[in-house]
């Protein structure tokens, strides 16, 4: 979908998308940009609500998920803003073969991402919150190289909820970043027939100001897609005994409420599956 001369690029991981980028016949400005002024708006794509997401996996997608692939499947949860399916997009879903805490060490351990994820480059946490003794905020720098000499760098919002076991973001709309706009979201379950393993879902919409070829558009469709947590699947299976870092611990009353929280959660959902 092309509207404006921007492209809406739906549930692509961030790290994935460079290597679209480089079919793009786009050369970034070679001045150098401020980053502490405001990006321009204050969010296009419809941002991701913690928790589960609504959708059911079929018999042929627990095949496909005990072989080890990655499955896409239709999104159909309901977006912050309250329109049923948000933007509209897959997420990808994935089994890891370690705990929830070793796949969260992974994931929230933005710092590490350069040594890890392919392109990164950078990716620095400016700021480390705890909110309000239920959640925890990231702000991160992240940069993605392109082709010797040239780079995108954006700035990241991310809430860290441990109650719903989600980690959603979007662009730090305080500064400027080369994406037009991002949203994301990170959602961990424990496995629901094996033990001490993970299910992961992803999903993340990327908006950026250009033109993308149709072969680009059906990459994104197809391989590009279930590549979306190859890099956590693997970090997280070699180092399974991993733990939450520290400082995105509760204390432990919290973690009492936060148990408690997934109870109830689990609950209602298993209620709601029971009555359809």
């Known amino acids: 979908m092309i509207s404006n001369d921007r492209l809406i ?14 079919t793009l016949p786009h050369v970034l400005e070679a001045k150098k940009k401020d980053r502490n002024v405001p990006h ?4 296009i794509l419809p941002r991701y609500k913690s928790g589960p997401f609504d959708l059911m996996l079929k018999d042929s997608d627990e ?7 990655a499955v896409m499947k239709q999104r159909q949860d309901v977006a912050s803003d309250g329109v049923k399916g948000g933007s509209g997009g897959a997420i990808c879903v994935q089994d890891i073969e370690a705990p929830k805490q070793a796949v969260w060490n992974q994931i ?16 620095k946490n400016y700021e480390v919150k705890q909110d309000d003794r239920s959640c925890f905020t990231l702000k991160t720098k992240q940069r993605l190289g392109i082709l010797p000499g040239y780079s995108y760098e954006n700035y990241y919002k991310h809430t860290y909820t441990p109650k719903d076991d989600s980690l959603t973001w979007h662009l730090d709309y305080n500064k400027k970043s080369d994406f037009y ?16 393993c993970t299910r992961v879902y992803y999903a993340c919409d990327i908006e950026v100001k250009t033109h993308v070829p149709r072969p680009v558009l059906n ?3 197809s391989s590009a897609l279930r590549q979306a947590t190859a890099w956590v699947k693997k970090e997280s299976e070699l180092a399974p005994d ?30 709601k599956l029971q009555r359809s």
């Open 9 to 22: 690029i739906k549930f692509v991981p961030i790290a994935l998308l460079l290597a679209i980028l480089f």
């Open 40 to 43: 321009g708006h204050f969010g």
């Open 63 to 69: 095949e496909e998920l005990t072989g080890g692939k």
């Open 108 to 123: 929230l351990r933005l710092d590490e991402y350069a040594k890890k994820v392919p392109k990164v480059i950078e990716s």
């Open 181 to 196: 706009d991002v949203a994301g979201h990170w959602h961990l379950e424990d496995h629901p027939y094996k033990t001490g």
């Open 219 to 221: 990459f994104i469709s």
């Open 242 to 271: 991993k733990k939450i870092p520290i400082e995105y611990t509760l204390p432990e009353e919290e973690e009492e409420k936060v148990q408690n929280g997934r109870f109830t959660l689990a609950n209602k959902f298993s209620n």
